[in-house]
């Protein structure tokens, strides 16, 4: 099998820009520890008990841990980081960025320039109890734009004014960062007008009376070991390769929470249910077809879902001579009976997908991609000289090793040979995948996922005509809209909420309409929870512990 040959340094920035995109884990093997039962008595069921350790397990090992992001591939903390740590911003379940640490921002204009204006409130502080300030934001945001620093904080902070002076060592400060004590404010001017700049603001606050004159290289260990001091509902308190434990943070400016302390450990799938049952641990993320299992079993836990963090999709390639015509994948669209899908091959925890954008978020609208309609799909297909005798043969590429995207894959092929197709299927591993497709190798179509961008600015990563595939570009779809285009341009700027919206919107209906993807299904995340796990509601956001402070143990 040939796989295109892309030098090792640009198949290492492709593969860390797909994990940003389509999101990757990691961690290292561990086993649970025995769990201590609160001593506090029961009390009416459904009256909250303060107190007691929440015990969470990470199936299979524990996720990588490193708020200051040096090994993270986007710019996003993940649930265990969240519990600890925050920035003066914060997305919430609509994609809109809202104030966290920060009691206020705001965004003016200075000569067309983009300022954006945070305010503290009085009572912030660190975990230490000493208080949070104007300096520590100045000190977080320097430290994110140092010269040796190369995490994925970085990225965002050449849009602040005087970063190139400072990080090439010609001014002691950055001039675009004035911080006003007294009125607790920090106004930060920017060089050009880029929404993707408050995606900075969501990142850890950094306590300079703890780390001032450290080198990031001793920053990121101590980050590491979860030693930096924190803003969030807990701290941790012991970070090991078995367990992490964190304590309730006494200094913690919003609602405290009713836990004590939160236990994470790391659980082989095969004990999960064993120990959810019996309360040592009290939730637990499972598959679909585990949560179904134990569903159907009468299992003695119960299960929820979180919502899902992206989409599956086969992609059409518009540059591919057999799939120009939008008549052609339309009709290969309509013979998949995405409804089914959905249904069968998740156990009821999924639903067919109809945006590259989330449900629920400011901007979503379904898009109107073609319904089912298998005999409309042969009709065309005929009408453009395809039959059983001349088939429209193609090849299809995806990444193997998943056995959910093995029945996709299986699925789609077995709606296609209803039709005069034949298709030609190439598994390959992920890398070789990457390497293939997205460095600009001939094919036909390819199933892949997506994550759903923060926010939808980030669908300019991979559908504008200028990410071409084989310059470390994602467009493996070689879509091209010149219109959609100018929609995706103008929705990185920052306007109002009313007017993005309105862009994004219109550009949904030209993606849907031009076809350059057939959306599949969002597979939402179910946990599983024991009966003593008391406050979680049945549907967890997509960021499942947002509302932990009110979960409590009966």
Request: some cysteine; overall charge negative.
């Amino acid at each position: 099998m040939i796989v295109h040959q892309m030098s090792g340094k640009a198949l290492r920035i492709m593969m860390a820009t797909l994990c940003l995109v389509a999101g990757c884990t990691d961690g290292q093997p561990a086993s649970p520890e025995p769990v201590e039962h609160s001593s506090q008595p029961d009390t009416h069921p459904g009256e909250p008990t303060p107190g007691g350790q929440l015990v969470m397990a990470a199936v299979g090992s524990l996720p990588s841990f490193d708020p200051f992001g040096t090994a993270k591939q986007e710019p996003l903390l993940n649930p265990y980081e969240s519990l600890a740590y925050g920035g003066l911003l914060a997305y919430d379940e609509s994609g809109m960025p809202q104030a966290n640490l920060a009691s206020e921002f705001r965004i003016e204009r200075t000569d067309g320039k983009p300022v954006v204006t945070v305010t503290l409130p009085p009572q912030a502080a660190w975990a230490d109890g000493r208080p949070l300030t104007t300096e520590d934001v100045r000190f977080t945001l320097e430290t994110y734009s140092r010269p040796d620093y190369y995490g994925i904080w970085r990225e965002p902070t050449h849009l602040i004014e005087g970063v190139s002076r400072f990080r090439h060592g010609k001014a002691e400060r950055i001039s675009g960062i004035a911080v006003d004590p007294d009125q607790r404010t920090v106004r930060i001017s920017l060089e050009r007008d880029d929404i993707t700049f408050l995606h900075l603001l969501t990142a850890p606050l950094l306590p300079k009376h703890q780390l001032d004159g450290k080198t990031p290289d001793e920053i990121a260990a101590l980050s590491r070991e979860g030693q930096i001091l924190g803003t969030g509902m807990f701290q941790p308190q012991q970070m090991d390769d078995e367990a992490w434990t964190f304590a309730a943070n006494g200094s913690y400016l919003g609602k405290k929470p009713l836990l004590e302390s939160v236990k994470v450990i790391a659980l082989p799938q095969e004990k999960v249910e064993e120990e959810v049952v019996a309360g040592r641990v009290h939730i637990s993320p499972v598959s679909p077809e585990v949560a179904h299992l134990l569903r159907e079993s009468g299992s003695d836990v119960k299960i929820i879902s979180a919502a899902a963090h992206g989409y599956h999709f086969v992609g059409y390639n518009l540059a591919s001579d057999k799939l120009k015509d939008a008549d052609v994948r339309r009709a290969l669209s309509q013979a998949v009976p995405v409804e089914q899908l959905a249904r069968d091959l998740f156990y009821g925890f999924a639903q067919p997908a109809k945006s590259p954008l989330a449900p629920g978020t400011f901007a979503y609208v379904p898009g109107r991609f073609p319904s089912f309609d298998r005999d409309a799909a042969e009709t065309v297909l005929k009408e453009k000289g395809y039959s059983r005798e001349n088939p429209l043969s193609l090849t299809l590429v995806y990444p193997s090793g998943n056995q959910v995207r093995e029945r996709m894959v299986e699925a789609v092929r077995a709606a296609w040979e209803k039709l005069p197709v034949r298709i030609e299927a190439k598994p390959l591993k992920y890398e070789e995948f990457a390497a293939y497709l997205f460095g600009g190798q001939p094919v036909d179509l390819y199933l892949y996922a997506w994550k759903y961008p923060t926010d939808p600015a980030g669908l300019i990563k991979v559908w504008h005509s200028r990410e071409r595939v084989g310059e470390l570009g994602l467009n493996a779809s070689r879509y091209a809209n010149s219109h959609a285009d100018q929609l995706l341009e103008r929705g990185q700027l920052m306007l109002s909420d009313a007017e993005r919206k309105k862009l994004f919107v219109e550009w949904q209906q030209h993606f849907a309409a031009d076809l350059p993807i057939l959306p599949l299904v969002e597979v939402k995340n179910p946990y599983i929870i024991s009966t003593r796990l008391q406050g979680a509601a049945d549907q967890l956001g997509r960021e499942p512990f947002r509302e932990l402070g009110s979960w409590w143990l009966k």
